[in-house]
């Protein structure tokens, strides 16, 4: 393979360009769409948390045109972290409740891969395409951390709240 044959097989041609009595072909190199795969959408969704998991769905849904989809992952995902949150603060802190805590974790780790599965592109289709590639696994990452760090929030804020109006007991 030529140098010439790499260069045309990695761009594409946008238009071209009349300049005076020539016309020119510009070329410009295609730009791919970074789109989380169903694998990255799991580890986020299990590692960061629901916050995660919703991102990555939606903003996968938005790359891939299907605002439906991106419209009910935002809706169903804030009804889940509104009854996860109601659920997780009156429930009582003993040993017990931890089996509890990664059955629920497993379940929406489990469903966010399930829709990105059966709705999104598989790691094969990503492959095999011309117009999508893979998010890095650093941006991943990011996504675990900064997704953590506002559900603490949420979560703190929440439950300083509920304190607050006299709906939760911090004491017990």
């Not at 360009?17 to 970074?34: A, C, E, H, Q, W």
């Not at 990105?116 to 951390?145: P, T």
Request: aromatic fraction near 12%.
């Amino acid at each position: 393979m030529s140098f010439k044959d790499f260069v045309l097989e990695e761009t594409t041609p946008v238009r071209t360009v009349t300049d005076g009595s020539r016309n020119r072909l510009l070329l410009f190199p295609m730009i791919k769409t970074k789109i989380y795969s169903p694998r990255q959408v799991t580890c986020s969704a299990f590692f960061g948390g629901p916050f995660a998991g919703i991102f990555t769905l939606k903003r996968n849904f938005d790359l891939l045109g299907n605002k439906r989809g991106s419209k009910l992952t935002l809706i169903w995902g804030l009804v889940f972290c509104i009854i996860l949150f109601i659920f997780f603060a009156y429930l009582p802190l003993d040993t017990n409740t931890h089996c509890l805590d990664i059955a629920i974790t497993v379940a929406y780790t489990l469903a966010a891969r399930h829709v990105a599965d059966r709705y999104q592109m598989s790691q094969l289709d990503i492959i095999e395409s011309e117009q999508h590639e893979f998010r890095s696994n650093w941006n991943v990452f990011g996504v675990i951390v900064v997704s953590l760090i506002a559900f603490i929030m949420v979560a703190t804020i929440a439950g300083v709240s509920l304190a607050l109006l006299g709906l939760l007991n911090l004491d017990s």
